[in-house]
């Protein structure tokens, strides 16, 4: 008894016997309490002792691993851990594997996979998920077989799982839908080979803005449950936040608005907070200094942080519906040190769930009245989408019982029962906005070069697998000695898909890397190709001995060809690859070193008759091409129908002068149909489908007529000056010091007018029997622009040749093109989500939410992968891209994109240097260098096709030349002594039958290696959406038993759009969102080999192929 209590009455027996009492509780109380099993005394125990003691109790409710709780009134808490590894961004890939040149960033993709797997092992409790395959099998594939054998026990027991699993995490605006595919295919394909692993979440956490075709094609289609992604509208997720709506269903496709399978669960990652990393405070990796250690407390100390986190729980449950959440625990290249990230992971879910057991964490008064009780265990986003998707299956059945209206249930409820009432997005999340003055739109157009380059590489990659699966003349589809050939450029590819690689928005350095990927990619795909036409063509003879790729056509750039043609005597053999199933006439420009005049003869193969037109090769000075490798010449022929899916050989000779007069009279009896009006004020071009009309001084478009249909055109060159705050007032507004940057696009003002430059006087008119071309110079030379109106094509093109962009007045510039017509478009107007379905845009507005505008125009551009039109009742207009950039219509009648940047200033997203590309590189970082880029800067060309039409064509008119405008004929050339005797076994080939019908691509034709003798990976593509064209709008079918030349048809599976599981066992699985079950509207006959494609659909099968003993057709 205390001091104190003895100078009570010690006559006071009450007294004494409460006291006992109160003594007594007390210290029953304290023995039951004990926080750690610990002694009391020991207020300052180790934070060893709180992990050992706390991880002693797993079985009474400490550290569990998905342990989700079926009751309403329960928050079932999925502790998820990650890592968001960039595939290049600051540092190159190997640097960031290999842990290089921590002066940039302290980054080590090998010791985040080898702490992992360790702290895993060490616990079977703790997991975590990772996402980008090519540093994961950069890593598998050096590991020991023992350690090979524990990834795969970490597997089965959940502890270890894939999100996403493509190569990379790619980006969602610059990309096209041929790389997004084969990205997410070859991450897919590794890990159901060497893991036996089906990802079946979608994990887009970082990429700046969310396309349509990524939630269709590229999740729901590929065999994705769900999509998760950190990165939205900041005025969108303050709604959202509002509302409870931070998740929800999303089905973006309208062609698709009949296909259940494609709707899907979308949630935000990151605790909604517009990111994808750890609740704020409770970051525990060592790229995380300022957060506090849990194991470094005591227990007050630590009961008052639960107490706290607990309270940040509460603010995410209320932003969602239902009683999950999840905590994406990691960030960029986190868990370096993966057993101190996990110590205090461990920790925290271990000290809610014994706090509360021990009635020290007063949940209710916390998050009352919702939830009494808080289940915090591990998990992973497959788990957490099946706990969301119970509730959700348990509404729908609750929905149907009581015959609610579809109306109903799309609205928001805060039911305390569990039922969740999801709203179903069909838009896209673009553009993006991180604050009034912070637009992402920049990046659509950021290093135009390298976008240009991705798209060449991957069109390459097209032609380059089907030819690999074409049979040689002795009947095999052999690799010549290389069994994969074409890994590298896939590899290389793979990589660009990046969102900091063909988004532009990494470091100089790393950019120079990814470039230097691809290029050595062709450059070893070349060869084989090179080889493999030898065989197909020659027979493995010598006569196309130097045969060579020429990929620097639009460079003038051809060494065979321009060699050959120095003098007479020579003789060139053209191969022309289509990789299209369409046979369209094509225009050809070789790059020649004489203006001939030339004979171009299309070769007949036997039952055929060879053909031969006459050219003159016009002036490449015209162009003013820089490179001293150019040609002086460049000769342009008509291809004519070419093979389809396959080759066509032209040879081309030069011709002496002692026939010019017959070529000259030969070249007039071809003459095109291409006619030509002058007037002392404008000058007309014809060639049969369509006119356009230019000014005689400037060379400025004017008009273009086609099936009585005229679009008045007034074409400008301008550009935006870019915000930089060392120069530019900054307002007060949030954001407002915003910089323009390799990510951010913000004027100078947020109403600036474009900057047209004038054009110059003087253009110069180059007719031939191929048609027009105008030659436009401006005022500011370091414009360029060339404009054909040629023989057979229904398009104008416009071919543009940028920079250097001035900067000596330290002003950064957006580089734009603006085209003005009388169309009424009523500020609306379209774009392609990644070359597949347009999304309608309307000036000033988004479909889900009530936009507060600053930045009218930043805030109204939108990605261009593929095309971008306006219309109206009377007439359409759209221009086709060859590559993405970012395009806009700020005022009606008009159309703008952005084709080239150059600044000067950083937008402080993290590159930490201005988007200054020069054409001499950058120096080393340090400390091998001065980071000092050099030379002038970077020069680009590029074009853009114009077509016009009736009113409310404008999808129709970008349609049937999309494809055309992705995947160019490519060009080899071999040359011969006219005085050879050359024998080709054939000179042409297909690898179709016949035609594919005009609204249907071949998507993917490529030659299984491994253990799949005689399969080949097949896509097939319908590319019109509803509503597009009266006849190709339509559903389309082909059946595959007639479809290749050459091969008969052993058997067909239809696969998930990444080939990595049966079509037929996906349905069966795949977790239904919307309560009506998985009804897909295509796939295959009752035959087992016809295809029938409903528009926008892509469908994937393999396919055993045999070899049929005589060939047919064009193939003979």
């Known amino acids: 008894m205390t001091k104190e209590t003895s100078k009570t009455s010690a006559s006071s027996a009450v007294w004494r016997l409460v006291s006992s009492l109160i003594i007594l509780a007390s210290v029953l109380l304290l023995s039951s309490l004990t926080l750690f099993k610990q002694d009391v005394r020991h207020e300052n125990e180790t934070s060893d002792d709180h992990v050992r003691n706390l991880i002693k109790e797993d079985d009474q409710g400490g550290i569990q691993k998905m342990a989700a709780v079926d009751d309403p009134k329960v928050l079932n808490v999925h502790v998820v851990p990650h890592t968001h590894d960039d595939v290049g961004w600051l540092k190159t890939v190997e640097q960031y594997f290999y842990g290089l040149n921590m002066t940039i960033q302290k980054a080590c993709v090998k010791d985040i996979l080898d702490t992992v797997v360790e702290a895993l092992l060490d616990n079977p409790h703790r997991t975590f998920t990772y996402v980008e395959m090519r540093f994961f099998s950069m890593w598998f594939y050096n590991q020991t077989d023992a350690v090979k054998d524990s990834v795969r026990f970490l597997i089965a027991n959940k502890q270890l799982s894939f999100a996403n699993g493509g190569w990379c995490m790619h980006d969602e605006a610059a990309t096209h839908f041929m790389g997004m595919i084969d990205q997410t295919t070859l991450g897919h394909a590794f890990l159901k080979e060497e893991l036996g692993y089906i990802p079946k979440v979608g994990w887009q956490l970082d990429p700046f803005g969310h396309s349509a075709t990524q939630s269709s094609l590229l999740s729901a289609k590929t065999g994705f449950d769900a999509l998760y992604f950190g990165r939205i509208d900041y005025q969108d997720l303050d709604i959202r936040k509002k509302t409870q709506q931070c998740e929800g269903l999303w089905a973006s496709s309208e062609a698709w608005k009949n296909d259940t399978t494609s709707t899907l669960f979308w949630g935000l990652t990151g605790s909604y907070s517009g990111n994808y990393g750890s609740p704020p405070g409770f970051c525990f990796d060592v790229l995380c200094p300022r957060d506090p250690r849990l194991v470094e407390m005591n227990r007050t100390a630590l009961l008052t942080r639960i107490q706290y986190f607990a309270s940040l729980l509460k603010t995410q449950s209320d932003r969602t519906q239902g009683n999950h959440i999840m905590l994406t625990m990691g960030e960029d290249f986190n868990y370096r040190h993966a057993n101190s990230m996990f110590a205090n992971t461990d920790l925290m879910v271990s000290s809610v769930n014994m706090f509360q057991r021990w009635n020290l964490l007063d949940v209710p008064s916390i998050m009352g009245p919702r939830f009494n009780r808080i289940n915090i265990f591990y998990s992973s986003p497959e788990y957490y989408t099946q706990m969301k998707h119970a509730q959700t299956e348990k509404t729908n059945k609750q929905n149907k019982a009581t015959t609610q209206s579809k109306s109903t249930r799309t609205t928001t409820t805060t039911s ?35 976008k240009r380059l991705e798209r060449v590489s991957s069109s390459f990659l097209l032609a380059a697998r089907q030819i690999e699966s074409f049979p040689d003349t002795n009947g095999t589809s052999s690799s010549a000695g290389d069994d994969e050939p074409l890994y590298e450029l896939e590899d290389a590819l793979g990589v660009a898909q990046h969102h900091d690689a063909v988004s532009g928005t990494a470091k100089q350095h790393v950019s120079n890397d990814y470039s230097r990927r691809l290029q050595s990619g062709i450059n070893r795909a070349a060869i084989f190709v090179e080889n493999k036409l030898k065989q197909v063509l020659a027979n493995g003879s010598s006569v196309l001995n130097n045969l060579t790729y020429c990929q620097l056509i639009n460079e003038t750039i051809c060494e065979v060809s321009q060699e050959a043609t120095k003098e007479t005597g020579n003789d060139m053999y053209v191969v022309v690859y289509n990789p299209l199933g369409s046979n369209k006439s094509r225009i050809i420009r070789l790059p020649v070193s004489a203006s001939g005049p030339f004979e171009v003869t299309k070769m007949g193969n036997e039952s055929d008759t060879s053909t031969s037109q006459y050219f003159t090769a016009t002036s490449a000075q015209l162009q003013e091409v820089r490179s001293t490798a150019a040609a002086k010449y460049v000769l342009s022929f008509s291809t004519g129908a070419l093979a389809h899916v396959g080759a066509t050989t032209f040879k081309v000779t030069r011709t002496t002068s002692d026939i010019v007069a017959v070529v000259a009279e030969k070249s007039r009896r071809l003459q095109s149909k291409v006619v030509i009006k002058d007037s002392n004020e404008a000058v007309a071009a014809s060639n049969g489908l369509l006119e356009a009309q230019f000014d005689r001084n400037t060379g400025a478009l004017e008009a273009i007529s086609m ?72 005022e500011e030379r370091w414009i360029k622009q060339v404009t054909r109106v040629m023989k057979g094509l229904p398009y104008v093109d416009i071919e543009f040749t940028i920079g250097p962009i001035p900067i000596d007045d330290n002003r950064g510039k957006e580089i734009v093109t603006r085209f003005n017509t009388a169309i009424q478009s009523n500020a609306t107007f379209y774009t392609d989500s990644n070359g597949r379905e347009f999304q309608k845009r309307h000036r000033n507005f988004r479909p889900s939410w009530p936009l507060d505008v600053y930045e009218p125009v930043a805030g109204n551009y939108y990605p261009v992968n593929a095309a971008i039109y306006i219309e109206d009742k009377s007439s359409s207009f759209s221009v086709l891209v060859d590559r993405t950039q970012g395009g806009a219509s700020l005022l009606d009648g008009s159309v703008e994109l952005m084709a080239h940047r150059r600044l000067v200033a950083d937008d402080r997203r993290g590159v930490t240097e201005p988007m200054n590309e020069t054409d001499g590189g950058v120096t080393p970082y340090p400390p091998y260098g001065t980071n000092e880029r050099w030379g002038e800067g970077l020069v680009i060309r590029g074009s853009h096709r114009i077509m016009i039409g009736a009113g409310n064509q404008g999808a129709s008119l970008a349609r049937s030349e999309m494809d055309e405008s992705f995947a160019n004929p490519l060009v080899f050339v071999a040359s011969a002594k006219s005085d050879d005797r050359v024998s080709l076994s054939r000179v042409s080939f297909s690898a179709l039958q016949a035609a594919l019908p005009p609204n249907v691509m071949l998507v993917t034709f490529k030659k299984l290696h491994g253990n799949h003798t005689n399969e080949y990976l097949i896509r097939l593509g319908h590319q019109y959406s509803l509503g597009e064209d009266d006849q190709l709008s339509k559903p389309a079918t082909i059946d595959l038993s007639n479809l290749f030349a050459g091969f008969t048809v052993a058997s067909v599976t239809e696969m998930t759009l990444s080939a990595n599981q049966a079509y037929d066992n996906w349905i069966k699985t795949r977790l239904d969102w919307t309560g009506s079950g998985g009804r897909s509207l295509s796939g295959l006959g009752d035959d087992n080999t016809t295809v029938v494609l409903q528009p926008m659909d892509v469908r994937t099968y393999v396919v055993a192929l045999n070899r049929r003993r005589r060939e047919s057709g064009t193939n003979s």
């Open 416 to 450: 305390t029962d569990g039922s969740v009432e999801w709203k179903t997005k069909t838009d896209d999340f673009f553009p993006y906005s991180d604050c009034p003055h912070c637009f992402w739109t920049g990046y659509f157009t950021s290093r135009a070069a390298f």
């Open 707 to 778: 099936n009585n249909v005229t679009v008045d055109v007034s074409q400008s060159w301008g550009y935006y000056t870019s915000f930089d705050n060392k120069m530019d007032k900054p307002d007060n507004t949030v954001g407002g010091k915003q910089n323009s940057g390799a990510y951010i696009f913000r004027p100078s003002k947020p109403n600036q007018e474009l900057n047209v430059i004038p054009y110059a006087q003087g253009a110069i008119f180059v007719n031939n029997s191929l048609g027009l071309e105008v030659h436009a110079q401006f």
